[in-house]
């Protein structure tokens, strides 16, 4: 009887210091810092995303410079073609290299989509990795346990596809300004060479 008693007295000890560690921790573990960050006004607004999106620019109107004098030559081709007697020498062959050309044009134009879509994909990824080492640094620095990502629901939406896809991927609803850390993130993101 006194050897239960002893074994239920030193369980409930065990039990009470097992208890009493968890509470300490939780106590000294503390409320979690918490920031939020709008990723989108980052990434679009930043001086880098800014000066790469100028030589897109650049490099899209002289594509889409080539192109119109590409343009230019098929419709002039075409001209020609209607002047010329069906099945002569002159029409097969002003066909043959309106085809030929039309095929050119359409060929790099498909490239030149794909090209666009891969460096865009190739940026993004390379300043999204570089946001993500700042916002590391700035929430280290300060602090902070946790980092949401915040956007913005620009309204009117253009399309109710649109809408729905931010309501279904907004994750933040409301925060407090003085969580927002945004400011700082894009001003790292800039001074960062």
């Not at 607004?45 to 343009?71: G, I, L, P, V």
């Amino acid at each position: 009887m006194k050897t239960r008693i002893c074994v239920v007295m030193m369980a409930v000890v065990v039990l009470a210091m097992g208890v009493y560690r968890q509470v300490g921790a939780d106590a000294a573990a503390g409320a979690a810092k918490i920031a939020v960050v709008d990723v989108t006004k980052v990434l679009e607004t930043s001086q880098k995303h800014q000066a790469w999106k100028t030589k897109m620019e650049k490099d899209q109107e002289a594509a889409k410079k080539e192109f119109n004098d590409m343009r230019a030559e098929l419709e002039q081709l075409q001209q020609n073609i209607k002047l010329r007697k069906v099945g002569s020498d002159d029409h097969i062959s002003l066909t043959q290299q309106f085809v030929e050309k039309k095929a050119i044009l359409e060929a790099k134009n498909s490239f030149y989509e794909e090209k666009v879509t891969a460096q865009m994909q190739s940026w993004t990824e390379e300043l999204y990795k570089q946001f993500l080492v700042i916002v590391d640094n700035i929430a280290q620095q300060k602090g902070i346990d946790l980092v949401l990502s915040k956007e913005d629901l620009d309204l009117p939406a253009p399309s109710l596809r649109d809408f729905m896809l931010t309501i279904k991927t907004k994750k933040v609803l409301f925060n407090n300004p003085k969580l927002d850390i945004t400011a700082e993130v894009l001003a790292a993101l800039d001074s960062e060479k």
